[in-house]
């Protein structure tokens, strides 16, 4: 079974700090996403990467940064932690077709 | 560019009555279609998926979907509701990045 997972089930913040959320993947996977998600508003796409240092803006990358130095992990940063961003954060990974997600991150920052 | 419409924020049926929920979806090129459930404090599992095979495609829990190019859509049914159906489901679109729907939860009267 291909496994993703995530460092973090949950995690409290202080507004200003850096914060990184880990993600590894055990399946060899070229691809790599982070979501966030919100009630009412789905699934929203921060970064993705297609391959070891390579990393493409998706739909809400601001605020955001990503880190890939490894095919296995690709880590979500966050700059300034800010209240704005208290979210579920999603992992996925996949081999070109459908994805396959970690358990979510709930981050509250405060 | 790639999007999805989700119809329907809540859908309520009893159980034994036909579940429909709602997807449609516009992209510039033949895309890869999904639909992913998530159960309460979980991450996000396949139900099903279109890649261009057969366009009524069956999944997991006795799912089914049926990609209408001419309609754009993708909608979801199972004949017969169960309580164990009640989830978030989402619509998910891929033919460069990964993009979903804002979510459908389904509730399942007794």
């Known amino acids: 079974d291909v496994k993703v997972t995530q460092s973090s089930r949950y995690l409290v913040k202080r507004t200003g700090e850096k914060v990184f959320l880990e993600c590894v993947q055990d399946?060899?996977?070229?691809?790599m996403f982070w979501y966030r998600q919100d009630p009412g508003l789905g699934l929203r796409l921060i970064y993705f990467?297609?391959?070891?240092?390579?990393?493409e803006k998706g739909d809400i990358p601001e605020g955001y940064s990503v880190s890939r130095e490894k095919k296995e992990r690709f880590s979500l940063i966050l700059e300034s932690a800010s209240t704005n961003q208290t979210s579920m954060y999603l992992c996925?990974?996949?081999?070109?077709?459908?994805?396959?997600f970690g358990q979510g991150t709930r981050l509250t920052v405060v | 560019a790639q999007s999805v419409t989700q119809l329907g924020s809540h859908v309520s049926v009893s159980e034994g009555a036909l579940v429909l929920l709602r997807c449609n979806y516009s992209?510039?090129?033949?895309?890869?279609l999904f639909w992913y459930v998530q159960y309460p404090n979980q991450g996000l599992q396949l139900l099903l998926k279109?890649?261009?095979?057969?366009?009524l495609v069956k999944g997991i829990n006795g799912f089914e979907a049926e990609f209408k190019k001419s309609e754009t859509s993708f909608h979801l049914t199972k004949p017969s509701a169960h309580m164990s159906d009640a989830a978030e489901y989402f619509c998910?679109?891929?033919?460069?990045?990964?993009?979903f729907g804002s979510g459908t939860r389904l509730l399942v009267r007794p």
């Open positions: 996925a990974s996949s081999p070109g077709t459908e994805a396959f």
């Open positions: 279109y890649t261009s095979a057969a366009t």
């Open positions: 998910a679109v891929s033919s460069y990045k990964l993009i």
């Open positions: 399946m060899d996977h070229e691809n």
């Open positions: 990467s297609y391959d070891v240092k390579m990393k």
């Open positions: 992209s510039s090129v033949p895309p890869y």
